[in-house]
């Protein structure tokens, strides 16, 4: 056997071996154990060394949440190709940009997508190998069922041995630009952004050796655990990976779309330990449903409730509280594709989004080029375990990840302040920043307000320009059924919470506020709703 390392495929496979017959995956009526998981990794990464794919390869993943999805991506790790994930509501220019862009020698594809992917598939002249998830004779010429894409004989693999430094692409950024492929490196994603083995045993701090996982799992409670976000956006995707890697099973939505109540049938009859969900634009609904079918769900199992990526109000919070077992523990982290699991934290009393405890790789730069000193604002960075860069993008490269004073730094574009006791308080992404008369407003803290209101049911704001102040903050609300609102009393509600630069000058309704899959907000959208809405509009 070859020496283990801290290749992803490796760590699976050190799991799998631990516990072979515990589930490593749920999703609607398909179940996999680790051993089951394993052998039809295996069997597929052989056939994929068969076709010629192997180190360097780009492999791209067009799926919906599968359990083909996760075993595609390991798959592609285990020749030591570089799996790739490709968002399935991408259309056809922005698909053409990433086949293009990744150079993808093989793609996974669901079929509901291959329509979409038969339109774009001149953007890679260099694709070898398609392979059809979701049963059904592909229609693209060349392309193969999933489930004919595997070998008995995985022989071949015992002389592909595989590597710290291999390669995992998060493409990320669709809707601020071209979309970016951070090249995560196995051993950085590893301890970067999956916790290093210690995310359930933080008492023990990250594993030295990648056998060392395996105690780690023998020792640890098995815990079902969902990501409520698809696999295709990398905070679901790592959160999924953190649980498989401490042996715990991974139940995941089986449908395209986010519905509340879907959601909270699978955390009844699953026995949910914990889940994972992306600010208001979930919780929210989650909610809804709870107020709407008191004592539907029984959620007695359910342990850990945790957000990423989105504010999570506190008044959601405290909402939710009645409906949960008294024992739920909620926890808010933040990341970036860029910068990995950057940490765990609560929302200061003093304003901000988060408040993160003083951290040695956790850095605010000031201007891109020097760190910044107690009481100083600036941008959010990080170092210790990074990513390359952006695949092919050397320009973009350099202005996210700079060195100062002889250490590297991601830089995440999260505008930060750092206070005297070494502390980072973390107030939103900096290129949202609305600046009104010299003020800087971050559009989370507005956003939260918003929703605090019972006439609102989403809320995006974003910066205007405005000729006296250079800028206004304005509001895209969606208001919710069988209810019209009322601007004033909205106002209302936010001088009593904000300053008054921060309140909206402007509150444009649409019937609902667009956001990504995974719950995040698209402010390029928002803005543009906003500039055409007539001045004072109210929808």
């Known amino acids: 056997m070859n020496p283990r390392t801290f290749s992803l495929a490796d760590l699976f496979a050190i799991t799998a071996e631990t516990v072979p017959e515990r589930d490593a995956l749920v999703i609607g009526d398909t179940r996999r154990s680790y051993r089951q998981m394993a052998e039809r990794v295996d069997s597929l990464a052989a056939w994929l060394h068969a076709q010629g794919i192997g180190q360097g390869d780009v492999v791209g993943l067009q799926m919906y949440n599968s359990a083909e999805y996760l ?13 790739a994930n490709i968002n399935y509501r991408y259309v056809a220019d922005e698909l053409r940009y990433i086949y293009d862009n990744a150079g993808i020698k093989a793609l996974f594809y669901s079929a509901e997508l291959e329509p979409a992917v038969a339109e774009v598939l001149n953007a890679a002249p260099e694709l070898k190998v398609k392979v059809r998830t979701g049963g059904g004779t592909p229609a693209l010429a060349g392309a193969t069922a999933y489930e004919d894409a595997r070998m008995d004989d995985t022989r071949a693999l015992q002389d592909v041995r595989c590597s710290d430094d291999d390669l995992s692409l998060l493409y990320t ?16 994603l590893f301890f970067g952004c999956l916790g290093g083995g210690g995310f359930y045993a933080p008492a023990d701090g990250a594993v030295s050796t990648p056998q060392q996982l395996a105690d780690r799992i023998r020792k640890a ?24 890697f401490a042996g715990h099973t991974v139940v995941l939505n089986d449908q395209h779309r986010f519905d509340a109540e879907h959601v909270l049938d699978i955390a009844a009859t699953q026995k949910l330990n914990g889940i994972t969900i992306v600010g208001d634009a979930m919780a929210l609904p989650i909610l809804d449903a709870l107020k709407a079918h008191p004592g539907r769900w029984d959620l007695s199992a359910l342990f850990l409730f945790g957000n990423g990526g989105a504010v999570m109000s506190a008044h959601v919070k405290e909402a939710l509280k009645p409906f949960l077992p008294a024992n739920v523990y909620f926890s808010d982290g933040i990341g970036s594709s860029e910068g990995g699991q950057l940490g765990m934290g609560a929302k200061p009393a003093e304003g901000g989004m988060i408040k993160i405890a003083a951290r040695a790789d956790l850095k605010v730069v000031v201007d891109g080029k020097r760190l910044a000193s107690a009481g100083e604002s600036g941008i959010l960075a990080r170092s210790g375990y990074l990513p390359l860069g952006y695949y092919r993008d050397p320009v973009k490269t350099a202005e996210t990840f700079v060195t100062i004073d002889g250490t590297r730094y991601a830089i995440t574009g ?7 006791d070494g502390s980072i308080v973390i107030f939103g992404r900096g290129n949202n920043c609305i600046n009104t008369g010299g003020e800087k407003v971050f559009p989370e803290e507005v956003e939260e307000v918003l929703r605090m209101s019972p006439q609102i049911l989403d809320a995006v704001v974003v910066g205007l320009p405005d000729p006296r102040w250079g800028q206004k903050v304005a509001a895209v609300v969606s208001v919710r059924p069988g209810m019209s609102l009322d601007q004033a009393a909205l106002r209302t509600l936010c001088h009593a919470h904000l300053a008054g630069y921060k309140v909206p000058k402007e509150i444009v309704t649409v019937p609902e506020v667009l956001r990504s899959a995974a719950g995040k907000a698209n402010y390029v959208w928002a803005k543009s709703i906003a500039e055409q809405a007539p001045a004072g509009a109210a929808g």
């Open 221 to 244: 409670h098995p815990l079902r655990f969902m990501p409520v976000a698809p696999l295709m956006h990398g905070a679901a995707h790592w959160a999924t990976m953190v649980s498989l």
């Open 71 to 83: 075993e595609a991506f390991l798959a592609a790790c285990r020749v030591r190709a570089v799996p």
């Open 173 to 188: 950024g669709g809707t601020t630009g071209k979309p970016k492929g951070v090249m995560w490196p196995h051993k950085d």
């Open 414 to 420: 999260d505008a930060a302040r750092r206070d005297e």
